[in-house]
């Protein structure tokens, strides 16, 4: 069994910045890719971003590219999301993903984090 969790979100003012993490846990996949999905109040979930299992690849939602940066630590089985000039329509609930293939597809990923909330203050 994979755990998934998160850490790091809060609350920032709009143009701040924060920077969330994911560390996995247990049977981990030797290779896997990483994501990170978020949910607003009535929203549906939605892609954010995803890193391959090699590191070389990297994928944005037009939403975020430019002003987010996923990146991720082998040795300590950790995924970021640095985030940048955040507006207040980046408030959600950010989840990570483990999958074993990069995708912007939230049920392409197996395990799933509890979340930590991010709320930009405008």
């Known amino acids: 069994q994979v755990q998934l969790v998160e850490s790091g979100g809060g609350l920032v003012q709009a ?6 993490s994911c560390t996995a846990s247990g049977r981990i996949f030797s290779r896997y890719a ?11 979930r939605e892609f954010v971003s995803f890193v391959s299992w090699t ?10 590219k430019g002003r987010f940066t996923i990146s991720r630590d082998y040795a300590k089985n950790t995924v970021y999301l640095q ?5 207040a329509e980046d408030t959600a609930v950010y989840y990570c993903a ?14 799933w ?7 930009v203050s405008s």
């Open 15 to 20: 143009g701040g910045s924060l920077r969330v």
């Open 34 to 44: 990483m994501g990170w999905f978020r949910q607003a109040p009535g929203k549906e």
């Open 55 to 64: 590191g070389r690849t990297t994928v944005y939602a037009d939403s975020v």
């Open 83 to 87: 985030m940048n000039n955040l507006r």
């Open 98 to 111: 483990l999958g074993t293939g990069g995708t912007r597809e939230w049920d392409e990923y197996a395990y």
């Open 113 to 119: 984090g509890q979340g930590t909330q991010v709320t």
